[in-house]
């Protein structure tokens, strides 16, 4: 079968699943309506409860097994079919009313015929000290900061892995950063001060041109001068939820410096971030949005191998059509300051490595726009879940597609289907580029 063939026939098969997913999403009322199975399962006896040893609760164990099947790796590589297991175990034990802890631990092989593909990473260890209106958090730990969905200018903490396969790859892609955070409580204000020692980057799906070496220096060693800090007002429980946001420290996402022609370095450069966030319900209707402006060691913009400030804002609503049907739109636009065109230089490593920056930093247009959505609806008793997420990027007309169908088959095991889709008609964007990516996938899970 020639090449043309075969790349026909995976797209057409793409095309065909998410038909299929998308129609099961439209004709979800319906579905729920006439293919009801009865009431839930009743809970658990209070004696099976009892059965359970006393320590497994008082550690908290717990955690998941799952087998998955990608068609296509997220490394910008040729892996292709790839059968993958993941044994996430987690403890959260409790040390009486004064603290408590947890810790998790992600065992993964990807691709099972790969022997290189087998990964052990601790996401999480930490330990949790009360002390009134004052609470401390010392260790690994993801802090998540924003109220948009799924694009969170303010997000700028903790590391994610964006080469992890997973049918909840939004939830699970945080691989956690060593922190102490103290959290002072008054009223319906939060005060959180977070000292980072530790530098963690962010995993990106980076590879070499041909001939080119990638080589990154993570800044994990703890020096003084990579180390961050960070501080936070949140407050909740009011008509409006609102926070105010500063970080300083090392950017999460790399730039590369070329140090000859076949190699480049990935460097991450220290910014400073400060940011706003707002939430606001009128019954089923839900307004947010949220804001931060990022300011780097670039502020002229003449440097190609340096991160431009720049202001990232996103604004959405979200509407709870029934009890099982949720749909949210927002729209978002990032403005770079003093825009260079990275194309301009002259020298072909140069420029290939300029482009390269701006297209993972989202920095290939001056102004740039775009709109996500989300629909969610379940039935069932919502055992079976179905969603559409959807990203679009205006300038270049490159989008990201995730269609996707999950069932619980019991309060254990629950199966995931769907596609990741990533395309553009220009290269020069950061979901055309990635459009090797796209995938079909399958999962089955055991939660214990």
Known sequence: MTRGLRTAVKARHLSLVTCHIIAVLLAWPALACAADPGPAPPPVPEEEQRSRPAWVDRLGLGGFIRADYYSASKQLDSQRSLPGLTIQPKALPKFGTWGDGKVEVRITDQNLRDPNEFRARLLEGYGNVYFGNVDVRVGKQNIVWGRADALNPTDVLTPKDFTL?????EEERRIGTTALKANYYRGNYTLSTIWLPIFNPTTLPLSGAPGIQLTQNK?????????GFAAKLDQTGGEVDWSLSYYYGLD????????????????????????????RNFGRFGVRGEAAYVHTQDPDGNDPFLKNPYVYYVLGVDHDVTEDLNVNLQAYQRLIVNYQDPFQFQDPVTRNVAVLNTIFNQQMDRVQEGFSGRIKATAWNKTLEAELLGVFEVNRASYFLRPSVAYAFTDTWKGFTGVDIFG??????????????TAFFAELRATF
Do not use: C
């Open 165 to 169: 396969l997973s049918a909840k790859d």
């Open 219 to 227: 800044r994990s060693d703890g020096d003084w001068t990579h180390q």
């Open 252 to 279: 999460l996402f790399p730039v590369g410096i070329p140090i000859s022609p076949t190699q480049v370095v990935l460097e991450h450069n220290r910014i400073q971030m400060f940011g706003a966030d707002f939430a």
């Open 424 to 437: 553009g008609h220009l290269k020069e964007s950061i979901y055309g580029f990635l459009e090797q990516n």
